[in-house]
């Protein structure tokens, strides 16, 4: 549906939900919206997935003077470079409660994450004692006080170690692929909720958000949440019970060597601390700019052939290598921070290995300790350094998973609609007539800058209004507000004698049927786009609808016939086709009240005469707003409004306007100067 805010912006605010089943039967702009991203970390750092990808014509804005995004022109204006997190404990406890709703399997997890990780512990300890039987023995038998080694218990204690090591593994798969689950319900959710919400936000967030940064969300921001589940949940709960774990059994063996090894600790945590303090703000920018880019990529090519035409393409690719390389730049920063973890740790590690090693040596002669106990200690030590790089590699994880999940919970949080009428208290659309009442309206987009100031107008049933005034004189602004896309500033609107906010907003837009000058077709079947104004309808409800639009004969010509599916951008059928698809699903949702936007403005004279003969066809007793540039369309209307700059200048039939010499004669016979 156009803007009337001074330039015909994308018929359908970017993202906007598709009309529900039963409601208004929407003939807007662009095809469908097909789903398409990949996850984060599956391209280089610094270089975006490919974008979400997005129907064509979807009204996002573009950077070429074609912007469709709402007042606040090209989208990312409002978004944040390079913050923080507001709230990350706050964000890390919504994401716990999501977690908490499969807190049983999160349990099984937990326990058999920690039952795998005390049996790997147990290992080095049981495989000492075997080093230690060994070396006995052959010292026994190099100083001739003893016949060998003990193989029979060497083999003993060998079979007992490849026990528990089975036992951990089979635990340890068990707790992946229960985890693996967890996660996917938990995306699987916030998915939903994120469907849901963009169901429920108010026609004025996609006025100044993006189309490619919500899709963002929903793809790269749930994606991060979902690898990091996968991967970071169970390495967390290993490396917290290993590091435990290992301590105990290393204090076992010899406190003053763990003593020493524990000097590792505090340096560890302060060198992560130190690096993830600095490189949290870039890990939230890299999501960010990989939002930018990505509604940069959808909205240039859901515009490409505006782009070609216009000769943008220079200006286009020059703005994405800025974008793509601000994303680099914040790509590279949160990658090199992560990157310096894991080498500083090792050399920490290496210190202290080597530190204890010599301690070990010099407690064994001593014979403070034994051999197999000092190689049990060196492989705790070593598994020591494990949890502990785990930890911190998974805190860089944890950072994108945060910064994922403030923008998408900062998405959900966004105010919406205004709460329907209780189901009591609704008025029942089913007896409701098709009178309209508009009662000293104002409304504005911003409410400091009015679009209507003070319109008043009363439409009997049946009657067919047409509207008419120049370009931006808030014509389709009347319309959005009668089937409270908007809710007006001051006055009120009502139909049947009942104040539309009175009605559920699903009922109220029941009573209407649309046909806009940009036609919505999707990827299916003619006959399931014509049965979208009426779901569950018969193949002989459709067949009849298709007759009364005049659009059956057409429909028998092509291949398959109804059941030839139209592609992605519906290009596999003309304009004025396309056109009389929508008036055939409008015909077959029957409304009270019709609204034709511009319907017949983009076709050719002979296919406007039929598309005219279908639309009266369709208007027959029916109340109809009509919005038209063609006036000659428009001279059999019963009641015709003049509009200028939000205010009805003049009103009356097509002969009394004429007469009237006024500002809708000026404007009829301007369109006819240049054929005199």
Known sequence: ?????????????????????????????????????????????????????????????????????????????????????????????????????????????????????????????????????????????????????????????????????????????????????????????????????????????????????????ITNDVDAIQQSLNQSVTQVITSVTSIVGILIMMFSISWVMTLIALFVLPVSVGVVALIVGRSQKHFFAQQEYLGEVNGMVEENYGAHTIVRAFNGEARALEEFSESNDTLYDAAWRANFFSGMMMPIMNVIGNVGYVVVCVMGAWLAIQGRVTVGDIQAFMQYMRSFQQPIMQLSQISNVLQQTMAAAERIFGFLEEEELASDVSDDEAVDPEHVVGAVNFDHVRFGYDSNKPVIHDFSATVAPGQKIAIVGHTGAGKTTIVKLLMRFYDVDEGAISVGGHDIRQFKRDDLRSLFGMVLQETWLYNASIADNIRYGKLGSTDDEVRAAARVAQADHFISTLPDSYDMLLNEEASNVSQGQKQLLTIARAVLHDPKILILDEATSSVDTRTELLIQKAMDNLMAGRTSFIIAHRLSTIRNADLILVMENGDIVEQGSHAELLAAAGPYATLYNSQFTDAA
């Open 1 to 217: 549906m156009p803007e009337d805010r001074g330039n015909k912006q994308g018929r359908t605010a970017p993202g906007t939900p598709s009309p529900a089943p039963g409601s208004a039967t929407a003939a807007s702009s662009s095809s469908r919206t097909a789903p398409g991203s990949t996850a984060p970390g599956s391209t280089a750092p610094g270089t975006p997935g490919p974008a979400a990808s997005s129907s064509s014509r979807t009204g996002s804005a573009t950077r070429h003077g074609f912007r469709g995004n709402g007042p606040g022109g090209g989208p990312m204006r409002n978004m944040m470079r390079g913050e923080k997190p507001r709230d990350f404990k706050g964000t890390f406890a919504k994401l716990l409660s999501y977690l908490g709703r499969h807190r049983a399997a999160v349990l099984i997890v937990i326990l058999f994450a920690m039952v795998s990780t005390v049996f790997a512990i147990i290992g080095p300890k049981i495989l000492g004692e075997a080093t230690t039987i060994l070396f006995e023995g052959v010292m026994a038998q190099i100083a001739g006080t003893g016949s060998g080694p003990d193989f029979t218990a060497i083999g003993h204690i060998l079979i007992l170690l490849a026990g528990l090591y089975l036992i951990s593994a089979l635990f340890q798969f068990v707790q992946g692929f229960i985890m693996t689950g967890v996660a996917n319900r938990i995306c699987y959710s916030l998915r939903r909720d994120i469907d849901e919400k963009i169901m429920r936000l108010p026609f004025s967030y996609y006025d100044k958000v993006a189309t490619g940064d919500v899709m963002s969300r």
